[in-house]
């Protein structure tokens, strides 16, 4: 068992999640209610096909090219879903080429290898290659021993700040994650869920708004704090998720509404104390000023999604960096100096000018594409 899940199980998602369609399992004559349970909520599928010895399947064929497209593995491994992802990249690449690489335990007990059906069937491959261990820890193999399952969870826990990378502002590069993946592998172990960690967090949010929204200085501070914090547990809910494979399409909404919900209570929150310190109405206009430029940031991203076309994951990781919550770390600093008033200000105007120039470069990015088309007609 893998973070409340069993080893089998999670290699078998992890493959259907990258478009595998057809499993065979080698069984080595184990008991039916072991295999059972170790198929989890993959048993009595049609998808998965059970031999007691590989040879046996290689002899009947089962209706399957030898030249099939395969991936094999050997030993009880660990791995992450990227580094599954990345295999399967570099083979497509070169499908005639036979690629394998070791696990990264001391005792190199188990293998990943990519080739044609029929060549993976045979003796195993003696090369090693390097294509799924540039990250270092995974894959892993349990190999008997009682640390092997701990060790094993570590690895993969750590793994997931790496796969976050490409999505995190700067500074959750590398101070948020280096925080929350610790979190997340803890409570992991402990079988919290996911959307329970999205609520608690956002009424951590909730709360921070609220002393925003007071006037005294010691109240502001603690909410700049409380809402770093907050920010750092936000990228638990995700990492645990991955751990314990239990993501949907209802958590990732949760996720978004909440996170969105959070940040309009904290710049409303911003603004009612800036106008309970001050008793300046012009706080009010520039209250509606805000939440319009959250409107219209709304807008721009939803028409940049939908004009990204192939590249719409690239497009997704970019914006997420661009309107990540590295700001926390400048609230900290304004609430310190008592200028908090400083960014209700920059902010009201700043989302108008997020809005704009991601419009403005949607605009220029479609231009460049029907331009390549005309090209190419």
Request: net charge neutral; aromatic share 10%.
């Amino acid at each position: 068992m893998i973070f409340g899940r069993p080893l089998l199980e999670r290699l078998l998602l992890l493959c259907t999640r990258e478009g595998v369609r057809r499993f065979i399992i080698e069984t080595h004559d184990a008991p039916p209610n072991e295999i059972v349970r170790a198929l989890g909520s993959f048993a009595g599928k049609p998808e998965i096909t059970l031999v007691d010895d590989f040879r046996h399947f290689a002899a009947d064929g089962d209706g399957l090219a030898a030249a099939t497209p395969a991936i094999a593995f050997r030993g009880n491994l660990v791995l992450a879903r990227s580094q599954l992802r990345r295999a399967i990249e570099a083979y497509a690449e070169a499908p005639s080429q036979r690629m394998h690489v070791d696990s990264t335990d001391a005792d190199r007990g188990g293998a990943i290898e990519l080739g044609p059906l029929a060549t993976l069937l045979s003796d195993p491959a003696t090369g090693v290659g390097s294509i799924l261990t540039e990250r270092g820890f995974l894959p892993f193999a349990l190999n008997g021993r009682p640390q092997d399952r701990q060790e094993a969870e570590l690895r993969l826990a750590r793994s997931v700040r790496a796969e976050s990378v490409y999505t995190d502002a700067p500074l959750a590069q590398m101070i948020d994650r280096r925080l929350s993946w610790r979190i997340s592998y803890r409570l992991a172990r402990l079988g919290v869920t996911p959307n329970l960690v999205t609520l608690a967090n956002t009424a951590l949010g909730v709360f921070c708004a609220f002393l925003f929204a007071t006037t005294g200085y010691w109240n502001h501070l603690a909410g700049a704090i409380l809402f770093l914090v907050s920010i750092t547990i936000d990228g638990v809910d995700g990492e645990l998720a991955r751990l314990r494979m239990v993501e949907s399409e209802t958590g990732a909404r949760l996720d978004v509404f909440t996170d969105n919900l959070v940040h309009v209570a904290i710049f409303i929150g911003l603004l009612v104390g800036c106008y309970r310190v001050s008793h300046d109405r012009a706080y009010f206009w520039l209250l509606g000023l805000l939440l319009s430029g959250f409107g219209a940031c709304a807008i721009s991203v939803n028409r940049a999604l939908e004009s990204a076309g192939d590249e719409t994951e690239r497009w997704i990781q970019r914006i997420e960096q661009a309107t990540g919550r590295d700001f926390a770390y400048l609230l900290v600093v304004l609430a310190i100096i008592g200028k908090l008033l400083w960014f209700a200000w920059s902010t009201a105007f700043g989302v108008w000018i997020f809005a704009g120039a991601l419009w403005l470069l949607t605009n220029r990015r479609s231009s460049r594409y029907h331009a390549g088309v005309r090209m190419a007609g």
